[in-house]
């Protein structure tokens, strides 16, 4: 980690560094853009340096060409041997964020080609060539306006010639739910009415989701247990700060256990901004947060640490 003195591009090459140049590139792909649609293999467009298309927001990046040929000569390495040990993604929870250009019916007799907002042409299964690792042969029938009708699968497919494609693979379509969710109805849904009788939130927390994907969101969480006064009460309080707009949300849950101890009033002030951050994601599942850091200030590094670890024991005085 550099000083606070010293720059981190101070330092000879720490920014040429071919982790640092990898992760910048990353950082502008999401996973499931870059699959075709059987989950796991990789499309060809992140062979190449040409720029593409998605609805999901991404950190701003500006990588060079030089930048740009290390990531592709990277993925022609390492791509081919981790095939066979990659799974296979579930259905998608939303809209995808790269639109398909191509779609199948049901049970794969013909495959859509999307040319425009109102036409589409259609292709049939060439019976007459045998299906290959590279998929079923289907060759283009006809044209027509509008949108297909019998489209119920994303496919992704092989072009062969101007008329002829292979069918490389499908997925469900997305079907979205009728009454989208917002914050506040998520985190309903997730946590318990005791939960909303000590909780503040500051415009309905509209806020949380641009404050997390811009690095301004400041947690601190505490626990308190005094068995001075009780042997069988503790507490937690925490506070989610956005240093760029000054909103917050903050809130404390008391519990009343014969098992109250300094620990579980520690993980009471721990569980309200996992609650809450679980809701922001659950009402936003378009934003991909997966490179994003938080701040987060607590003064026992034991409940952090032991929810990578349940089963190891815990000293008394935590």
Known sequence: MASPEKPLGSSPNALDSPVVVLNTIARTHSLADVLRADGKTPAWEIFTSAPGTSTRLFSWEQPTKADLKLWISCLKDVVPKALARIQHLGPYLCHPHKEYQWFASGQHEQVYHILSEDRYAVYEEDTSHRTTRSGKRYNKLSEHPGRPTKASLYASV?????????????????????????????????????????????????????????????????????????????????IMHCTDTKLEVKGCMADASPKADNYRGEFLGALGPQLILRAVFMANPQVDCSHVRLGLHCDNKGVVTHGNQPHASIKADQ
């Not at 009415?193 to 500051?202: A, H, L, T």
């Open 158 to 238: 092989i072009p062969i010639t101007d008329t002829s494609i292979n069918l490389h693979s499908t997925c469900n379509i997305f079907q979205p739910n009728t009454n989208p969710s917002t914050f506040i109805d998520c985190l309903k849904e997730i946590s318990s009415e005791s939960f909303w009788r000590n909780i503040e939130v500051d415009d309905d927390g509209d806020w949380i989701i641009k404050s997390v994907l811009q690095g301004t969101l400041v947690i601190g969480m505490d626990g308190s247990y005094m068995s001075k006064l009780s042997h069988t009460a503790c507490s937690g309080a925490f």
